[in-house]
């Protein structure tokens, strides 16, 4: 049995499924017989938890060569098992990946040329209070729906003002539509996609008026669809600039609450990016 205080671990689903629920961080299954008949080593008991009575949720997917994409905008994922036990003695997989895959940080680099990249973004703002907007029932009937500033305003209402320094993020809950073909990027019979995002008096609101380190999305895009079709990627030059960036294809923020989480970005971290995948937790 496992200490009460063992941390508890959130998760989606295997694959890349948003069904997140709440796993023991100890569990393990019935050790299997080993080939020569040798039991495996026990798996190691998990560590304390290093903020006591914390709970982690992980907001990210995982992806593989079939995560939805936007074609043509991003490239698809190509992930190969190159190398295996029984020819070459170990496992390796080949990754050729576009930065913009699976949950992903865009860069203040990402729509001009020269600095911040993303191996230039401080380590302390990759570790932020986490602050959730959710729109999730307007976005159920109008998925070209925008978070906006009134949002912002009627969250403030409800739990103070948005603390400085935070990463803000819209849920929509476009999340559960990630495991059903065609849902997440939801394009309409002419091949058009439908998704939320951002509407650009919100983003105006976090970056002048609430000092905002970041913002974030559940969808493939800081901009709702309807501004990319017509070439303004408006919320994405508002809020990247200076040290601020984006978060994209967050998972999971039914397991949050809307206030009182951290969030903490572990980022691929290759020189002069733009963008790129990263493992983003909340803890509460």
């Not at 961080?25 to 080993?34: I, L, T, V």
Request: hydrophobic share 40%; proline share 8%.
């Amino acid at each position: 049995m496992c200490s009460p205080q063992v941390m508890e671990l959130v998760h989606g689903e295997p694959g890349h499924s948003c069904a997140g629920h709440a796993a023991d961080a100890n569990a393990a299954s019935d050790a299997a017989q080993g080939h020569d008949g040798a039991r495996p080593a026990e798996r190691p008991e998990a560590p304390a938890p290093l903020i006591r009575g914390s709970r982690v949720s992980d907001l990210t997917h995982a992806f593989g060569n079939d995560f939805p994409v936007l074609e043509p905008i991003v490239l698809k994922p190509n992930i190969q098992h190159f190398a295996d036990i029984a020819s070459e003695g170990f496992n390796a997989n080949k990754l050729e990946i576009d930065e913009h895959t699976g949950t992903h940080v865009d860069g203040p680099a990402h729509l001009v040329d020269g600095p911040v990249y993303t191996d230039e973004i401080p380590v302390d703002r990759l570790i932020a209070p986490l602050v959730v907007i959710r729109i999730g029932d307007r976005a159920a009937k109008d998925p070209d729906t925008t978070l906006t500033a009134d949002d912002i305003l009627a969250w403030e209402s409800r739990h103070g003002r948005i603390p400085a320094g935070a990463l803000v993020v819209m849920d929509s809950n476009w999340c559960p539509r990630i495991d059903t073909p065609g849902a997440y990027i939801n394009r309409d019979s002419d091949g058009v996609p439908h998704f939320p995002g951002l509407g650009f008096d919100a983003a105006e609101l976090l970056v002048r008026e609430r000092a905002i380190v970041a913002a974030g999305t559940d969808t493939p895009s800081l901009d709702a669809s309807k501004n990319l079709q017509i070439d303004d990627p408006g919320a994405h030059r508002i809020v990247l600039g200076d040290l601020r960036y984006g978060v994209e294809n967050i998972a999971n923020l039914h397991t949050v609450p809307d206030i009182g989480a951290t969030a903490v970005i572990g980022m691929i971290r290759h020189r002069k990016g733009f963008a790129g995948p990263c493992r983003m937790f909340g803890i509460y």
